[in-house]
Nanobody, 129 residues
Framework: QVQLVESGGGLVQAGGSLRLSCAASGRTFSGYSMGWFRQAPGKGREFVATITWSGGNTYYADSVKGRFTISRDNAKNTVYLQMNSLKPEDTAVYYC??????????????????????WGQGTQVTVSS
């Protein structure tokens, strides 16, 4: 029922910044916990960050902690991923995802792709050295 469209990817030099956006359809966006995942060539999909549907609680993978910030604007049905101090190892296709159910946990962080039922098409982020 939820459709997600990512944007904002591109090419950036190491140390630079990008902000990814994920536009969601539907009038129940505020009820979904949201996540960002990424997949580099030849590797599996990796958890990046999540934000709960209520309270704005966030959790990050150790690899991006302190550099990335996930946020949401429910009035715009949009979730963001602000990426600072980018490294070449951040190069990947980044995917936005919405939790499988609405009004889920606000104390447990969804870090597995199995927790999400809706996915965007992905946006490429390339960090050059």
């Amino acid at each position: 029922q939820v459709q997600l469209v990512e944007s904002g990817g591109g090419l950036v030099q190491a140390g630079g910044s990008l902000r990814l956006s994920c536009a969601a359809s539907g009038r129940t966006f505020s009820g979904y916990s949201m996540g960002w995942f990424r997949q580099a060539p030849g590797k599996g999909r990796e958890f990046v960050a999540t934000i709960t549907w209520s309270g704005g609680n966030t959790y990050y993978a150790d690899s991006v902690k302190g550099r990335f910030t996930i946020s949401r604007d429910n009035a715009k049905n949009t979730v963001y991923l602000q990426m600072n101090s980018l490294k070449p190892e951040d190069t990947a296709v980044y995917y936005c995802a919405a939790s499988s159910r609405i009004y889920g946990s606000t104390t447990y962080y969804y870090t597995s792709d199995a927790d999400y039922g809706y996915w965007g098409q992905g946006t490429q982020v390339t960090v050059s050295s």
